[in-house]
């Protein structure tokens, strides 16, 4: 009596039949491959999203360093050899050089604002091109996941409508498995379309925001190429606190 008793005690714990490994075993190969391919759609689109967060954040901390120090150069090409190698802006300011340059060789005339204006046209497109990869695939995560999801909600209540007919009658333990597998694979559809969605509009709010302030910056470099660097933006400048700090001060005594 007493070695039943241990024998029974020391027996291990029973697997739980409903868990998610259990769903996809007794889901098949559509279970499985509905579970894989919204795993893989998950996985990638947040790989998009941190490295589209650190490219946008490169792109921003070259954006301070313009607005800080580029336009006290005496020249585009002095301010651009101040900025990085692979910087939006310093591509901005080559192909607004380059175009200057080959507008001198063009043996059909054309307006020079025009063409300097096309090309550094087609160099924010070029860039803000870049800055978009990836997004459209994310677009496309966040739209059809819950479709997929419901392809495997649709297969896993069919498997219990079929063990239904098999037995004759609705019991729980029956149905609990491809019921449970269902649900599963709804709630992974959501999963993966919801920070799909929100990665999308977040991204694509600061493209806009980046894309606003390199058009400023070409249209920028557009006036000091049109005007022979007659027309320049103001740089900032801490001295130019000073004065209004300066009228804060109380007035002196008479």
Do not use: C
């Not at 967060?53 to 101040?82: C, D, H, P």
């Not at 043996?107 to 550094?120: C, I, K, M, R």
Request: net charge positive; no cysteine; glycine share 8%.
């Amino acid at each position: 009596m007493l070695t039943t008793i241990l024998a029974a005690g020391a027996a291990p714990a029973s697997k739980n039949p409903y868990g998610l490994m259990e769903s996809l075993e007794q889901g098949g190969l559509i279970a499985q491959s509905v579970f894989g391919i919204l795993v893989l759609m998950s996985i990638v689109s947040f790989y998009i999203l941190f490295t589209k967060l650190l490219e946008q954040q490169k792109i921003m901390s070259q954006a301070k360093r313009v607005r800080a120090s580029f336009w006290n150069s005496t020249s585009l090409r002095e301010g651009a050899a101040k900025l990085e190698k692979n910087s939006a802006y310093k591509q901005i300011v080559d192909d607004g050089l380059a175009a200057q340059e080959q507008h001198a060789k063009l043996t059909d005339p054309v307006e020079a604002h025009d063409w300097l204006h096309g090309s550094l046209a087609r160099s924010e497109a070029a860039i803000n091109s870049k800055l978009g990869g990836g997004l459209a695939f994310l677009a496309t995560v966040g739209s059809t996941s819950p479709f997929i999801g419901l392809f495997g909600t649709v297969i896993g209540i069919y498997r219990a409508l079929i063990k239904i007919g098999a037995a004759g009658q609705a019991s729980i333990d029956a149905v609990a498995g491809p019921v449970g597998e269902s649900l599963i694979m709804t709630a992974l559809g959501l999963v993966t379309a919801v920070p799909a969605v929100l990665a999308y509009n977040w991204l694509q709010r600061r493209n806009k925001a980046i894309a606003e302030d390199l058009s400023a910056f070409s249209n920028d470099v557009l006036g000091y190429l049109a005007s022979n660097g007659a027309v320049r933006p103001t740089a900032p400048s801490a001295a130019r606190s000073a004065p209004a700090k300066a009228t804060t001060a109380a007035p002196a005594k008479a």
